[in-house]
């Protein structure tokens, strides 16, 4: 092979390998740094619990204002889905392998169902003991686990609400709960206290009872909100009033904090064609965010 042959082969070989490495390199660079999903203004300041059903469709509560779910598109356009009747307001959704829609009403003591055909909203559950029924996550076998704080008095409960509605009180005299979800395996539930910003680790058995409660992680400011797992464990938290996500690992160590545009940020959703994409409700800025992440969500 002559030389200037020789020459130019290694030439286009260091050039093919210099656009592979910039490619990698720029797309690496895009990931953890948000954007907007919606205009701003389009929800209420009680913008929360954003969840995909089994088509890939995301809703988010409070569209427009109190009391609604609403319908957002890939392209961040929205819709109104329903209207939730007698005053009650969402704070979270959360649908089951059937694709049915649960959401807490905090201003029922109740977890409403709504029919995704017909639209219709009945309760599936009405609990006086409840304060104020926040959050939900659900394992593989239909049961649901709830936070329920008291904010004015700042103390939280804890409940399991089995798939037949029956409720099981877990846990009571703890701080605001608020966040919650469990582990990719279940073994593990997660539960945080807003104001007194410790996040609890607990574990569960095949029957959904809990033990072992033990501090996984202590924060210092600010506030926690929704939280959700990717699928090798890591925990992603809202960090209400400081604008970021933090990632803990399943061990409880720091991985990173990812800044936001807006600062009270309230709850988050995997997404996306491969679920790497994070969905944030933003209650200051009345709307969403996203950002890509290295690892899909725990559903993906």
């Not at 469709?57 to 356009?77: C, E, F, M, R, S």
Request: proline fraction near 4%; include cysteine.
């Amino acid at each position: 092979m002559k030389k200037s042959v020789l020459f130019a082969f290694i030439l286009s070989i260091v050039l093919m390998a210099s656009v592979i490495m910039f490619i990698i390199f720029s797309n690496a660079t895009k990931l953890f740094i948000a954007k907007d999903l919606t205009a701003e203004n389009l929800f209420s300041v009680n913008i929360e619990g954003p969840a995909f059903d089994k088509n890939g469709q995301l809703y988010v509560v409070n569209y427009l204002h109190d009391g609604t779910i609403g319908k957002v598109a890939p392209n961040g356009t929205c819709s109104m889905f329903i209207q939730l009747p007698d005053s009650s307001i969402a704070n979270c959704i959360q649908f089951d392998s059937k694709g049915n829609m649960f959401l807490p009403d905090f201003t029922g003591h109740n977890v409403l169902h709504a029919d995704m055909q017909s639209k219709r909203v009945s309760v599936f559950l009405h609990e006086p003991r409840m304060y104020s029924p926040n959050d939900l996550c659900m394992n593989r076998s239909g049961q649901l686990f709830a936070s329920d704080p008291d904010w004015k008095k700042e103390i939280g409960q804890l409940w399991r609400i089995d798939p037949d509605g029956t409720p099981v009180l877990l846990e009571t005299n703890m701080g605001t709960t608020n966040g919650i979800e469990l582990s990719p395996d279940e073994k593990t539930l997660y539960v945080n206290e807003s104001i007194q910003l410790n996040v609890w680790k607990y574990d569960v058995d095949e029957k959904g009872n809990i033990s072992g409660k033990r501090l996984f992680y202590k924060f210092n400011d600010f506030g926690l909100d929704g939280m959700k797992c990717d699928k090798c464990g890591n925990l992603y938290i809202a960090r209400w009033g400081k604008g970021t996500l933090v990632v803990l690992s399943k061990e409880g160590k720091f991985i990173r904090e990812i800044p936001l545009k807006g600062k009270k940020c309230s709850n988050l959703v995997f997404g996306g064609n491969d679920g790497k994409t994070v969905y944030v409700t933003l209650q200051d800025r009345k709307c969403m965010e996203m950002f890509d992440t290295n690892i899909a969500g725990k559903k993906y």
